[in-house]
């Protein structure tokens, strides 16, 4: 039987804050709202949006890090929630910041990555080693330890931190913010090698329209939550009658992806203590690092 | 099972190079465990009360012991947090029986160790004579009461996923009451009325009694010779240590996954810090 790599069907997203002692005031956070789409297998998917439209609430979703509150979500066929155990075991991820154990080597990281998934040490690291190879990290930097590597490097420890396992299902949250233009195209090279040899379902958010035009087979854009348009960014282009994927995102989306959000700020949802209400605007964001995620901005 | 031992096996692995590559810190804090115990067992030496030194000693060493399996296993979600690799542990295919099995492993064998060390240390500074004492049997009750410590490490591992901040503050605060109920220095009877029922649900203070029974100091008098009770003298502390692991650890278990599925639902892991 076949099955799409990612399947996602009417899924929301929401998070609710109470203020108050004695008179408790509720604030709803919508982050993903009636978000639908689909992505082959062995497809490259991208979704661009400004911060706080809701691209790594999905991604954690996918990860299985959140439960969804409505919609359906099937990832290589497996259902979420349900199947977590099995999603885990075919799913790598990479987000924006590097979480490392930042005093251990990069070895140490990686081996510590592969015993949790099981995997034999001296073929882990053997992988590892091919993998950073690939992504253009010299082998003699495996055993410093993270926090003397660039951000760069880092990056490229994380990505190999998720290619470990070989898994046939990758999200990537934004992998090249913040990389050198080099660094960048080891990466993106990579990634295209990769989909070409292994026919690895590809996730890709991003705030970088030349990097998702090279990369992705198709394109969402997703703005306060809500997948406004998808296609090929040809077709985007067309649907928008606009010139470059950036003018198409502005005309489809109705905001810019360079202001960083701050066409949404606002306040968000407020409603009555045990009230859930469906409206208003996702969350504002100060930190790149903490782009997208529109609840532990509020209930941190 | 391979599979199963090897993801145990990553939090072993793990904790072993974070030790390794703070070091600096782990000696600097086992010296001050030694110095700490010393300037403790030194108040009975004062008193040239051998009675009162070995009292203080047990609970001192006892103690050490206790809290730092507790630490250990307590602050390792907390430690995640800050590292920001929270999210990517938990989306590893690991149960969390496994998680938490392999960093209990780890923090059960480096408190055993840094013990060894204090003991050590120790036996520079004071003349311990522990002829006659019920060495092993000693080692019986450490090994029994862990397993409550364990189980209480894994209920406390579960407030940093509640509250990043306040959870490490409350894991602190719990601790305190435990070392201020337990009779670690004292007997229980001496603290207030109100205070003592909560010594009765400490698994540190039949700890405390079955070892200081195993040393031959309970009780009121000189003591010219160690003569240690038998195993058998403490088995009713030994049957309620070990029943207070066997709800513990899987009462700990459950009430972490049931936090673990709060914080999905309410996009509480993310990294904080």
Redesign the interface.
């Known amino acids: 039987m076949t099955h799409p790599g990612i399947s996602v069907l009417n899924l929301q997203k929401y ?2 804050k109470r203020k108050g002692v004695l008179r408790t005031r509720g604030t709803t956070m919508h982050a993903l709202r009636d978000v639908s789409f689909e992505v082959a297998l062995g497809e490259t998917y991208g979704l661009l949006g400004p911060n706080g439209s809701g691209k790594s ?1 999905l991604i ?1 979703v996918l ?5 969804p ?1 409505g919609g359906e979500v099937r990832l290589l066929g497996h259902r979420l929630p349900g199947e977590e ?1 099995l999603v ?2 075919k ?1 790598g ?1 990479v ?1 924006v ?1 590097a ?6 080597s990069a070895r ?1 990281n990686l ?3 592969a ?6 040490a001296r073929a882990a690291e053997r992988r590892a080693l091919e993998i950073l190879e690939q992504l253009g990290l010299e082998g003699e930097r495996f055993t410093d ?1 993270l926090e003397e590597m660039s951000r760069g490097m880092q990056q490229k420890v994380a990505i190999t ?1 998720a290619l470990l396992v070989n898994p046939p299902l990758l999200l990537l949250d934004e992998p090249t913010t913040g990389l050198d233009p080099k660094s960048k195209r080891d990466v993106q090279t990579f990634l295209e090698n990769l989909r070409r040899t292994e026919g690895t379902t590809i996730l890709l958010t991003s705030h970088d329209m030349a990097e998702t035009e090279r990369l992705c087979a198709r394109i969402g854009f997703l703005a306060k939550g809500r997948l406004t348009a998808e296609g090929t960014a040809a077709e985007l282009k067309r649907q928008a009658g606009a010139a470059s994927l950036d003018d198409a995102f502005i005309a489809l989306a109705g905001e810019r992806l360079e202001e960083e959000g701050d066409a949404e700020k606002g306040a968000p949802d407020k409603v009555a203590p045990g009230e859930v209400e469906t409206g208003g605007a996702a969350a504002d964001k100060s930190s790149a ?2 782009a997208d ?4 901005a509020l ?2 | 099972m ?3 031992l ?2 145990a ?2 939090f072993v ?2 904790d072993y ?2 030790t390794r ?2 070091m600096s810190w782990v000696v600097v804090f086992t010296f001050y465990a030694v110095v700490n115990s010393a300037t403790i067992a030194f108040i009975g030496v004062a008193a040239k009360d051998r009675r009162l030194t070995l009292t203080l000693l047990v609970g001192v060493m006892l103690w050490g012991f206790l809290s730092v399996l507790f630490n250990e296993i307590a602050n390792s979600i907390s430690y995640e947090r800050w ?3 929270l ?8 149960s969390r029986l496994i998680h938490l099995l392999g960093v209990s492993l780890y923090a059960a064998a480096y408190s055993i160790v840094r013990m060894f060390v204090v003991l050590v240390g120790l036996w520079l500074l004071i003349d311990l004579n522990l002829g006659g004492a019920n060495l092993a049997g000693f080692a019986v009750v450490l090994a029994v009461s862990s397993l409550a410590f364990i189980g209480l490490g894994l209920m406390a591992a579960v407030l940093p996923v509640v509250s ?1 901040e306040r959870g490490a503050e409350a894991t602190n605060i719990f601790q305190g009451i435990l070392l201020l109920v337990s009779g670690v220095y004292y007997p229980v009877e001496v603290l207030p009325r109100w205070l003592q029922p909560l010594a009765y649900v400490s698994p540190a203070t039949y700890a405390l009694r079955a070892c200081r029974k195993l040393m031959g100091i309970e009780g009121t008098g000189e003591v010219a010779q160690l003569r240690g009770a038998p195993l058998a003298a403490v088995l009713p502390e030994l049957l309620i240590l070990l029943g207070m692991g066997v709800v513990m650890i899987p009462l700990g278990l459950f009430v972490f996954g049931r936090v673990e ?1 709060w914080a ?9 810090g």
């Open positions: 998070f609710s609430t954690r990860s299985t890090l959140l439960v509150d155990r885990r075991q799913i991820r987000s910041d979480a490392f154990y930042k005093k251990l140490e081996l510590y990555s015993y949790l998934y099981g995997l034999e330890p931190r690092d903490e995620e529109a609840a532990p209930t941190e | 391979e599979q199963v090897r993801q096996y990553a692995f793990r190079h974070l590559r703070y590292e920001g690799t999210e990517y542990t938990f989306m590893a295919p690991v990043p599925g999905k639902r309410t996009g509480k892991l993310k990294r904080t």
